[in-house]
Structure formats: C-alpha cells, structure tokens
C-alpha cells in the first residue's frame, strides 16, 4: 500500500514564527502536491511539484515556498506564518496522471 | 474561479435512500474526474473515477454518471449506509502533471 506521512498532525505556532510541514511518501512517486483544506473552500493547491528540484506554484502559493531535494520528500515552508494560513495542510503523491494518494493532514494554528 | 463547482454543500439522507452530488466544470481539457471521500481526521481517499470516454461508472453501490456535453458529472450513492457518512470532493484533471482542481466538497450524514 502507498503510504504518505505527514511530520505532524497538529501544530501551534506564532505569528511571524517560520514553518516547516514535512511529508514523506514511500512509492517512488514522481509527483507530489501540498493544499490546504478550509470549510466551503474544498481542497486548494498550494505548489506541486514534478521532479526532484523542480517545484510549480499552485492556485494559492503566495506566503509559502517548497523544497523537494530528494524524491520521496516534499516540505512546504511558511517563511513568516500569519494567522490567515491557520488551516488543514494535506500532502499527496501520484505517479503519472491519475490517483493522488493524500497523507493524514497537519492541522496547523498561528496564534 | 473555481474550476469545478460542487453542489449540494451538505446532504441529508435516510438509512436505505440515494444519496446524490453534482459536480460541473468549464474546461473541455480535463480528462479524469475522480471523486474522493474523506472521514474526519483522515486524508481524503479515491472512491472512483471516470474518464470522458465513457458516460458511466458503477463499483458496488457508488455510480459516477458523466454528461460530456453538458459539462456535468455526478455521484450516486445506492442503498446509502451511516458509514457513508463523510465529506465528498469531486475534482478534474487534464495533463501529464496531474493537477487536480477540486471541487468545495459535500458533507453527507446518513441517518439510521
């Protein structure tokens, strides 16, 4: 079974405090994506990212950046968290086109 | 803009009922409509999916039912059970890359 973690599944922070959510996949999957989940919104991409090294903004990427150095990992960061980005943060992965498999989530709070 | 609009927000079904969600979109590109269900505390999980070569879907008690021309694809839920109860997300896709455009989701409860 694919399996796709994500470092924590709830996170408090302060305001202007830089953040790291960490998401690891095990499936050699060459694609994987970073959204955001709010109520009435659905599922928001955030940045994906299709190769090692290589990253694409999303529908939302403004006041997050990525980082992907190895293959099965793919951090997003919030470089100066605000407390409009307290939300769910969901990781997926795919290979090709077709099902993203999506971690557990990180419920993260600014405060 | 949001690519793919989903309606109803929420469902209310009775034990035994169909339990139905609309999904439309604008751009003739997407070529995969997958639906995800998701239970509280957990990432969402494929339920099933179409491509637009076919106009129907059916696994078990969940259908997906896709009208090309009208732009439109649903999901049907037979002989709905309290363990349905969870949030539904439609989305569409199109390309190599395998970006999905969601739709806002439709928290279904089913009463025993």
């Known amino acids: 079974d694919v399996k796709v973690t994500q470092s924590s599944r709830y996170l408090v922070k302060r305001t202007g405090e830089k953040v790291f959510l960490e998401c690891v996949q095990d499936m050699d999957h060459e694609n994987m994506f970073w959204y955001r989940q709010d109520p009435g919104l659905g599922l928001r991409l955030i940045y994906f990212s299709y190769d090692v090294k290589m990253k694409e903004k999303g529908d939302i990427p403004e006041g997050y950046s990525v980082s992907r150095e190895k293959k099965e990992r793919f951090s997003l960061i919030l470089e100066s968290a605000s407390t409009n980005q307290t939300s769910m943060y969901l990781c997926a992965s795919s290979f090709g086109s077709g099902e993203q498999f999506f971690g557990p989530g990180t419920r993260l709070t600014v405060l | ?112």
């Not at chain 2, 169909?18 to 995800?36: G, H, K, L, R, V």
């Not at chain 2, 106009?55 to 309290?82: V, Y």
Request: with cysteine; aromatic share 14%; hydrophobic share 35%.
């Open chain 2, 1 to 112: 803009q949001q690519q793919v609009k989903q309606s109803p927000q929420s469902l209310i079904v009775q034990k035994g009922g169909i339990s139905i969600i609309n999904c439309a979109y604008e751009n003739t590109a997407f070529d995969y409509f997958p639906w995800y269900q998701q239970f509280p505390g957990k990432g969402p999980a494929l339920l099933i999916a179409i491509r637009p070569d076919v106009s129907e879907k059916k696994e078990g008690r969940f259908t997906i039912s896709f009208n090309k021309s009208a732009k439109q694809f649903s999901l049907h839920i037979m002989d709905s059970q309290p363990g349905d109860s969870a949030t539904y997300f439609c989305a569409a896709s199109m390309g190599n890359f395998n970006k999905f455009y969601f739709g806002s989701g439709t928290k279904l409860n089913v009463k025993p």
